[in-house]
């Protein structure tokens, strides 16, 4: 089984080469009507998606309906399962993919039907502007299909048609749009950040020794639409923890929280799927005894930042963090200088600039 802190989305991390063109996959998995009980595997052809699909499908949500924790929350129509999009972002390497309620050829609706591309060598920024419309295009056009073949049909065209459009994508575009920030107030920042420091130190950038097990935390929407949520959070970590972890987001349609789970993920962590804002409240909401220096930073953040409330440093670090940040979110080039070389080859082609 691979290690996931280093080798997830870092798979194919070696094509992160001066001049070479984002590459995309695109699979899909989970319940559909033209199988009668799990779909076979459409276009799982990384590791990091099959690993992908094992922490969010096989572990996450398989294990959250095996143990019954989802029977313990309110009932929701079962057209209402699932409305989820979910971005899994490591410097160099993302995942998008989308989740929409479902069933199986026998009418069971438990699990979704999940769309998720594999993106190398796009920043962020990149990715959610080419293709997140596209992606729900497919998504709902694979749900609707009546056979096994039509639904190999949509995912192969849509394929062609994200690689068709990153293609010649400009590497550099603005990363975040004019205004985009969370309505979040002085207490609430003091919050968020008290739990960032308090509980994701081994993420920090200079931390020692390797981090700890995952931690799952929700957050107030930066937006109504998912797109500019998974945007917005996606440059807030850039600024706060190392980028060379993985970070996933899961934002459910119309519910104005995000959910995100830092580092290596548990079955428990997938509750968040499901969970209401009483079970599951956003740190904004939970009281804490706050330091001084959390204090300071929150108001940077509420009153000091840039238009769009991206906070200049970090609560690890004493120095700017924000143009870095935001030039990985939507910089081919930052990425490459970021990115880890592959292999002896890959650190002497760094090495020598190549």
């Known amino acids: 089984m691979p290690d996931f802190l280093q080798d997830f989305l870092h798979q194919e991390i070696g094509s992160l080469r001066r001049d070479t063109p984002p590459r ?64 899994w972002h490591r410097v160099g390497e993302c995942l998008l993919g989308r989740l929409v309620s479902s069933s199986d050829g026998k009418g069971r609706t438990r699990y979704p039907f999940v769309v998720m591309a594999h993106i190398i060598g796009a920043p962020a920024a990149v990715v959610l502007r080419e293709c997140f419309s596209a992606l729900e295009t497919i998504a709902r056009a694979g749900r609707a299909a009546a056979t096994v073949a039509d639904v190999r049909q949509v995912i192969a065209r849509g394929r062609a048609a994200l690689a068709g459009a990153l293609a010649p994508a400009a590497d550099a575009v603005p990363p975040l749009p004019d205004g985009l920030r969370p309505g979040i107030d002085h207490t609430g920042w003091t919050r968020i950040l008290h739990v960032v420091e308090s509980q994701l130190h081994g993420f920090a950038p200079t931390a020692t020794p390797r981090p700890g097990p995952g931690c799952a935390l929700r957050l107030p929407a930066a937006s109504p639409r998912a797109d500019l949520d998974l945007l917005w959070w996606t440059a807030f970590w850039l600024t706060q923890l190392d980028a060379k972890f993985p970070v996933l987001h899961l934002v459910r349609n119309g519910t104005g ?98």
């Open 24 to 87: 995309l996959h695109l699979a899909a998995f989970g319940k559909h009507p033209a199988w009668n009980d799990h779909m076979e595997d459409i276009g799982i052809d990384t590791v990091t998606l099959l690993e992908a699909k094992r922490y969010l499908y096989l572990e996450g949500i398989s294990g959250q309906i095996d143990t019954g924790a989802w029977d313990k929350l309110p009932p929701v129509p079962p057209e209402e399962n699932y409305d989820h999009w979910l971005l």
């Open 257 to 354: 929280w995000i959910d995100t789970i830092v580092g290596q993920p548990d079955s428990p962590h997938f509750l968040c799927l499901r969970a209401d804002r009483a079970l599951l409240p956003p740190l904004t909401d939970i009281p804490y005894s706050l330091a001084p220096h959390a204090e300071r930073l929150a108001a940077e953040i509420k009153d000091g930042a840039d238009a769009n409330g991206i906070p200049a440093r970090g609560i690890f670090h004493l120095t700017p963090t924000r143009d870095r940040a935001l030039a990985l979110l939507s910089r081919a080039a930052a990425l490459r200088e970021a990115g880890p070389p592959a292999g002896l080859i890959g650190r002497l082609r760094k090495l020598w600039g190549g």
